[in-house]
T-cell receptor, first 115, second 107 residues
């Protein structure tokens, strides 16, 4: 079975550009999570969805960040405009349960570099 | 808000030595999960503890959940180079990850 799929794996962009990260969760999973990982701040939960509905977006840094889940098999995280401090590895994870206490399966991550 | 603290941040050991990382929460946790992230990789689920005082073992790894459900530990016996990575705990309803403990094993 395919795990969580993320694209692109690497993204290099210039400050001010729009960046869109994509995630395909494991089929049948009901919850989807977006995380950001940096050396300084560790692994931060940005937002999570339950049955395609955003449940908690309190971790989203600011209005430049937005996330959508139009259907059960696809989610996007968009940064517009991007800034150098957004450079990080962004992980998407999914879990089977409708509660966030279930095992999370992480994708390989997108390494974002904003110049 | 809830905070999950992990110590130590880094741990260097000689291969064959034991290793322990500790996870402490400011609030009572409904459960705790442990993940391992290899260098350059993504977090991979290891185990979940739910009950107060619970102890679970996976080969050389022993996981404990405190009686008050506010702390947890992961102990590795006789470390191997394959144990290298960062170990994260994550607690409660909205997953809050600790900063992780990076284990470096010297052959």
């Amino acid at each position: 079975d395919a795990g969580v799929i993320q694209s692109p794996r690497h993204e290099v962009t210039e400050m001010g550009q729009e960046v869109t990260l994509r995630c395909k969760p494991i089929s049948g999973h009901n919850s989807l999570f977006w995380y950001r990982q940096t050396m300084m701040r560790g692994l931060e939960l940005l937002i999570y969805f339950n049955n395609n509905v955003p449940i908690d977006d309190s971790g989203m840094p600011e209005d430049r960040f937005s996330a959508k889940m139009p259907n059960a098999s696809f989610s996007t995280l968009k940064i517009q405009p991007s800034e150098p401090r957004d450079s990080a590895v962004y992980f998407c994870a999914s879990s089977l349960s409708e509660t966030s206490t279930d095992t999370q399966y992480f994708g390989p991550g997108t390494r974002l570099t904003v110049l | 808000g809830q905070q999950v603290m992990q110590i130590p941040q880094y741990q260097h050991v000689q291969e064959g030595e034991d290793f322990t990382t500790y996870c402490n929460s400011s609030t009572t946790l409904s459960n705790i999960q442990w993940y391992k992230q290899r260098p350059g990789g993504h977090p991979v689920f290891l185990i979940q503890l739910v009950k107060s005082g619970e102890v679970k073992k996976q080969k050389r790894l022993t996981f404990q959940f405190g009686e008050a459900k506010k702390n947890s530990s992961l102990h590795i016996t006789a470390t191997q180079t394959t144990d290298v990575g960062t170990y994260f705990c994550a607690g409660s309803y909205i997953p809050t990850f600790g900063r992780g403990t990076s284990l470096i094993v010297h052959p």
